[in-house]
């Protein structure tokens, strides 16, 4: 069983453990009492104009399944120093087994800077997943198109968009782009990380960002660390990178994000 496989094995088990506890009726009802106001913040912030400089979407990142832990740090004080930084958004994994990340994670966060549009970033494959991260306060959540069918993706896409979130559809090759443009996908985000091997290529969101018609948001994701890759990323016309590595591991996180902004 690969290392994707068994994620997302893991994600399904916790998910029906929560069901145990509150049952898909019962968080479905609690997520639509809540009047929430999203106004596709998400898009909006990542969405690059002309003349503008690379959008950075900052990651709250603690593990990886590749390098294990990567740094124990407070999270909100982490959130603190990204929007100071001029973060345009900040994506939270919420993943536990093998990410040490948490839901409460994002829920403190989206407490504490309610303007900075945030990222849900888990492996989404259940109708459960979509309420929680309503409930959680997410403007947007992550789709894998790898770990979902052509149908998943559709059910999952639309349920995400009724409820007012954006969602980050993520490709890695030609395959996952299909499902892209099967839900019409606006935000697509290209893995450079193959989530089977864990190997990373720029190349490949110069690839495939000539597979995409124009009009669409794209973000770039995976093995960003310095100006030269963003410089490059930026000339082919991508919207928006999400970095979490190389500033989590940064000496100074703050000067890592505006260096990478351009600013």
């Given amino acids: 069983m690969s290392i994707l496989e068994r994620i997302v094995e893991s994600v ?7 069901k145990k506890t509150m049952p ?7 997520a639509m009492s809540l009047d929430r106001e ?12 002309p003349n503008e400089d690379i959008k950075v979407i900052a990651e709250i990142k603690k593990a990886s399944p ?10 909100e004080r982490m959130s603190d120093i990204y929007v100071a930084a001029g973060a345009d958004a900040i994506s939270v994994i919420t993943e536990r087994d093998f990410f040490q990340g948490h839901p409460e994670f994002l829920e403190k966060i989206k407490r504490r800077h309610e303007d900075i ?4 970033k888990d492996f989404i494959v259940e109708d459960y997943q979509i309420y929680e991260s309503y409930l959680l306060g997410a403007d947007a959540i992550l789709l894998i198109a790898s770990i979902l069918t052509s149908e998943e993706c559709i059910n999952l896409y639309n349920l995400a968009k009724s409820a007012g979130m954006d969602v980050l559809f993520e490709v890695h090759d030609e395959e996952d782009l299909e499902k892209a443009f099967l839900v019409n996908a606006d935000i697509i985000g290209i893995n450079n990380r193959n989530l089977k091997t864990l190997e990373i290529n720029i190349n490949t ?3 495939l960002k000539e597979l995409i018609p124009n009009g669409k948001v794209l973000v770039s994701e995976s093995g960003i660390s310095n100006r030269e890759q963003v410089e490059k990323i930026s000339e ?3 919207d928006a990178i999400l970095v979490g590595t190389s500033i989590v591991l940064s000496e100074n996180p703050a000067k890592k994000i505006r260096e990478l902004r351009f600013s």
């Fill in 12 to 18: 399904k088990r916790r998910v029906a453990e929560q």
């Fill in 205 to 207: 969101t110069f690839r």
């Fill in 236 to 238: 082919h016309g991508i």
């Fill in 117 to 120: 549009p945030i990222l849900r």
């Fill in 66 to 75: 590749s390098k294990g832990l990567l740094m124990e740090y407070d999270v």
């Fill in 24 to 30: 898909l009726n019962q968080i479905k009802e609690k």
């Fill in 38 to 49: 999203r106004d596709r913040l998400f898009y909006r912030k990542i969405k690059r104009l």
